[in-house]
T-cell receptor, first 116, second 117 residues
Framework: AQSVTQLGSHVSVSEGALVLLRCNYS??????LFWYVQYPNQGLQLLLK??????LVKGINGFEAEFKKSETSFHLTKPSAHMSDAAEYFC??????????????FGSGTRLSIRP | DAGVTQSPTHLIKTRGQQVTLRCSPK?????VSWYQQALGQGPQFIFQ???????QRGNFPDRFSGHQFPNYSSELNVNALLLGDSALYLC????????????????FGAGSRLTVL
C-alpha cells in the first residue's frame, strides 16, 4: 500500500520568505511522487513530478522538490514566496508497475498563507 | 485545447436521492479517474475507467458507480445519497500509456460541488 503524510495542515510565511512544505511517503515499490496546487474553487494543477530520474525536480512558478529515499521525503520549496502562491498544496504518490494505470493517492493537504 | 470539463458545477440534493455527474476528458486522454474531496481534506480515489471498464476502485460503497463511453467521457452515479456524500467531486483524465512511460500525470477538472441536505 502507498500513502503520503503532509506535516502541517497550515503554513504561513512572509512575502519574500522561503516556502517549505513537508511530505513523507510510504511505498513498498519505487514511487512516483507529485505536488499539486489547488486555488479556491478550482481543480488541482500539477506543480512538479518525480519519476525516478533526477532527485531534484523543478516545477512551475519557481517551485522545486527533492526526493530523498533515505528519509522517504519529498518536500516542496520555493526560495521567495509571492502573494499569488497562497493556495492549498497536495503531495501525491503512485507507482508504475506493469501496464495497468495505477491510482494516485493524495495527502490531506497544506494550506499556504502569505503575509504581506 | 479544452481541458477536462465537468458538469454540473454545483448541485443540491436531498438524502435518499440519486445524482449523476459528468466528465469529458482532455483531448487525447483515454483514462478517467474520479475523486471525492470533502471540505478541508485531500482528494480520495473513487475509481478509474479505461476501455469502458472499471479498472481500479477505492474504498467506496457500491452506491458509487460509474460508466465510461466510447468517446472516453464518463459519468459518476451516486445512489441513496447521505449527508456525508456532500463534497467536491473531481474528475481527472490521463493517458494509460503515460504509466508505461512513467508519467501517469492527471489533468483535473474544476469539479462538481454536491450538497446533500
Amino acid at each position: 500500500a502507498q500513502s503520503v503524510t503532509q506535516l502541517g495542515s497550515h503554513v504561513s510565511v512572509s512575502e519574500g520568505a522561503l516556502v517549505l512544505l513537508r511530505c513523507n511517503y510510504s511505498s513498498s515499490v519505487p514511487p512516483y511522487l507529485f505536488w499539486y496546487v489547488q486555488y479556491p474553487n478550482q481543480g488541482l494543477q500539477l506543480l512538479l513530478k518525480y519519476t525516478s530520474a533526477a532527485t531534484l525536480v523543478k516545477g512551475i512558478n519557481g517551485f522545486e522538490a527533492e526526493f530523498k529515499k533515505s528519509e522517504t521525503s519529498f518536500h516542496l520549496t520555493k526560495p521567495s514566496a509571492h502573494m499569488s502562491d497562497a493556495a492549498e498544496y497536495f503531495c501525491a504518490v503512485t507507482h508504475s508497475w506493469g501496464s495497468s494505470a495505477s491510482k494516485i493517492i493524495f495527502g490531506s493537504g497544506t494550506r499556504l498563507s502569505i503575509r504581506p | 485545447d479544452a481541458g477536462v470539463t465537468q458538469s454540473p458545477t454545483h448541485l443540491i440534493k436531498t438524502r435518499g436521492q440519486q445524482v449523476t455527474l459528468r466528465c469529458s476528458p482532455k483531448s487525447g486522454h483515454d483514462t478517467v479517474s474520479w475523486y471525492q474531496q470533502a471540505l478541508g481534506q485531500g482528494p480520495q480515489f473513487i475509481f478509474q475507467y479505461y476501455e469502458e471498464e472499471e479498472r481500479q476502485r477505492g474504498n467506496f460503497p457500491d452506491r458509487f458507480s460509474g460508466h465510461q463511453f466510447p468517446n472516453y467521457s464518463s459519468e459518476l452515479n451516486v445512489n441513496a445519497l447521505l449527508l456525508g456524500d456532500s463534497a467536491l467531486y473531481l474528475c481527472a483524465s490521463s493517458h494509460r500509456r503515460g504509466t508505461l512511460y512513467g508519467a501517469n500525470v492527471l489533468t483535473f477538472g474544476a469539479g462538481s460541488r454536491l450538497t446533500v441536505l
